[in-house]
Structure formats: C-alpha cells, structure tokens
C-alpha cells in the first residue's frame, strides 16, 4: 500500500474526481433552499392526502373499496354503494 494513501480510503482517477466535484457543485443547493422545497413538497403532500380524504367522507368511500360494473364506476362504504365519474375513480 502506498504511503499516502491511508487503508479504507478510495482514490479516485483525477478525470473521474473533476467530474464528480462537477456534479456536486451544479446539484448542490444552499441548505435554505433545500429547506424550501421539502417544505413546499410536504404541504402538497398534505394538501393532497386532505383532498383525499374530504373527497372519501363527499363521496362515500374510494375505489380501494369500490368495483367497476359494466363500465360504471362505484365506491362502496359500510354497505352505501355511489356511483362516481371515471375521473374521481382514478383520483381516488
């Protein structure tokens, strides 16, 4: 083993190296902002989850409980069968 390297530690080609530190400085962000985004990502996650939920109690149920029958969309909840449109079936 050479002198200057220690043991467990990789060193990379200088091509491959200069690379990576290419990635990294284009691809890194400020700490704040990556902040931002998994703060904006969480309250669309959130949103999103509400809207499922208030569409579940309007609509009576969702589709994990529902079945499709002769090209007719129903959600089934606690035995009260709905009728829903294509497109609240594949919301929920």
Not at 6 to 33: D, M
Not at 37 to 66: D, E, H, P, W
């Amino acid at each position: 083993m050479p002198a200057t390297q220690e043991k467990g530690v990789r060193c990379l080609p200088a091509r491959q190296a200069s690379v990576s530190n290419f990635y990294r400085q284009i691809f890194t962000l400020p700490k704040s902002v990556n902040m931002k985004i998994a703060t904006a990502i969480l309250v669309l996650c959130v949103l999103n989850f509400m809207a499922f939920a208030i569409g579940c109690i309007v609509y009576g149920g969702s589709s994990g409980n529902g079945y499709i029958e002769e090209g007719r969309y129903y959600f089934s909840d606690h035995g009260k069968i709905t009728e829903v449109s294509l497109e609240i079936w594949n919301y929920s």
